[in-house]
T-cell receptor, first 114, second 113 residues
Framework: DAGVTQSPTHLIKTRGQHVTLRCSPI?????VSWYQQVLGQGPQFIFQ???????GRGNFPDRFSARQFPNYSSELNVNALLLGDSALYLC?????????????FGDGTRLSIL | DAKTTQPPSMDCAEGRAANLPCNHS???????VYWYRQIHSQGPQYIIH???NNETNEMASLIITEDRKSSTLILPHATLRDTAVYYC??????????????FGSGTRLLVRP
């Protein structure tokens, strides 16, 4: 079975631009989460969506937004890019909300800001 | 903030067991222990999770102490491909905040030939 897929795998942008990252969850998974991983650190939670509703938001500015589509895929949007937004952006999916089942991660989109 | 403490680095010889400890002394009764690993340039990979009983799957074994204040992930026969950063995470799936995983710094495991 296909795992979590993310696109693109790599992206280079300049300061002030906008970026959209995409994620397709594992088939049957209804929850999608987004994480940011800066070099040398563990992933930091950005958003979770479940059944197309935002369920949680981490400590990130309003420049970061996301949405989930009826097929449970998701997009992460970042406006007015800053140099500090350079990171690996990870998407994770899980079966449902309140469950002990684990989140499964994709291999991420590596975003570089010049 | 992460609720677990792990050694920053460990190493073991290829073919030997790797035992990775995790301290979670403030764990609550409903919190599960999850282990993930992250190989360079890849996303975190789920390994195993448990509540109070020891667990085993095709990748590893998880040993949780009776008081649940610590646990050990065991890779029975480590290979070079097991070189990675290993994260121990505690989470209560029934809590409103359970939607997020809180990653600490993890343990960097180096498997030596």
């Amino acid at each position: 079975d296909a795992g979590v897929t993310q696109s693109p795998t790599h992206l280079i942008k300049t300061r002030g631009q906008h970026v959209t990252l995409r994620c397709s969850p594992i088939s049957g998974h209804k929850s999608v989460s987004w994480y940011q991983q800066v070099l040398g650190q563990g992933p930091q939670f950005i958003f979770q969506y479940y059944e197309k509703e935002e369920r949680g938001r981490g400590n990130f500015p309003d420049r970061f937004s996301a949405r989930q589509f009826p097929n449970y895929s998701s997009e992460l949007n970042v406006n007015a890019l800053l140099l500090g937004d350079s990171a690996l952006y990870l998407c994770a999916s899980s079966l449902q909300g309140f469950s002990n089942q684990p989140q499964h991660f994709g291999d991420g989109t590596r975003l570089s800001i010049l | 903030d992460a609720k677990t403490t792990q050694p920053p680095s460990m190493d073991c010889a290829e073919g030997r067991a790797a035992n990775l400890p995790c301290n979670h002394s403030t764990i609550s009764g409903n919190e599960y222990v999850y282990w993930y690993r992250q190989i360079h340039s890849q996303g975190p990979q789920y390994i195993i999770h448990g509540l109070k009983n020891n667990e085993t799957n095709e990748m590893a074994s998880l040993i949780i102490t009776e008081d649940r204040k610590s646990s050990t992930l065991i890779l029975p026969h480590a290979t070079l491909r097991d070189t990675a950063v290993y994260y121990c995470i505690v989470r209560d799936p029934a809590m409103d905040s359970s939607y997020k995983l809180i990653f600490g710094s993890g343990t960097r495991l180096l498997v030596r030939p």
